[in-house]
């Protein structure tokens, strides 16, 4: 069945450091991938979502590349900001929607 | 623009007791569904529904009932509450139903414990 694998966490990462978060993924067809983020005691958010392979989602600094090949992906930014501290969730949309089990990132002054 | 509201915030109940966790969307969404969240575990998928009068399970449905009876509407029963049911539960929506690019939009949560 269909599933997503997600980077186990936590992440501390320093201010202005390259982040990056790993998401692959088993499905059969053509999902759409997608990254939400979670702040305390909020709901989950969409961050960016890609349709179809070589697609690039991208929002607030943060990317990420649909990869056909490889089943992955990846959530990159290149210069964390201590307000995106959070917890990110990569999903896809299948017959159902499936979701990794979140990655907890604190990102330190 | 209020999208997915969900009630009450927080809940605590004994073991036994019975309650209805509320979620209404503004969206004219075909699509609803509850999520529980648990720490380590993500999110699991209790129930859904692909418009009203339709419903189905999800991955743990077990000790929860659902009904739609409106588009907007979509509340979720506990029958007898366990300790196990302890969790964070997520009421989301999207436009269109299953296997399409449609994101979710999430509720804030209810966190609910029984003791």
């Known amino acids: 069945g269909d599933s997503v694998t997600q980077m186990e966490g936590p992440v501390t990462l320093s201010e202005e450091a390259f982040l990056t978060i790993n998401c692959t993924y088993t499905a059969t067809g053509y999902p759409s991938l997608f990254w939400y983020v979670q702040y305390p005691g909020e709901g989950l958010q969409l961050l960016l979502k890609a349709t179809k392979a070589d697609d690039k989602g991208s929002n607030k600094g943060f990317e990420a590349t649909y990869r056909k090949e490889t089943t992955s992906f990846h959530l990159e930014k290149g210069s964390v900001q201590v307000s995106d501290s959070a917890v990110y969730f990569c999903a896809l949309s299948g017959n159902q929607f499936y979701f990794g089990t979140g990655t907890s990132l604190t990102v330190i002054p | 623009n209020a999208g997915v509201t969900q009630t009450p915030k927080f809940q605590v109940l004994k073991t036994g007791q019975s309650m209805t966790l509320q979620c209404a969307q503004d969206?004219?969404?075909?699509?609803m569904s509850w999520y529980r969240q648990d720490p380590g575990m993500g999110l699991r998928l209790i129930h859904y529904s692909v418009g009203a009068g339709i419903t189905d399970q999800g991955e743990v449905p077990n000790g929860y009932n659902v009904s739609r009876s409106t588009t907007e509407d979509f509340p979720l029963r506990l029958l007898s509450a366990a300790p196990s049911q302890t969790s964070v539960y997520f009421c989301a929506s999207s436009k269109v139903g299953q296997g399409v690019d449609s994101p979710l939009h999430f509720g804030n949560g209810t966190r609910l414990t029984v003791t």
């Open positions: 969206m004219n969404h075909e699509y």
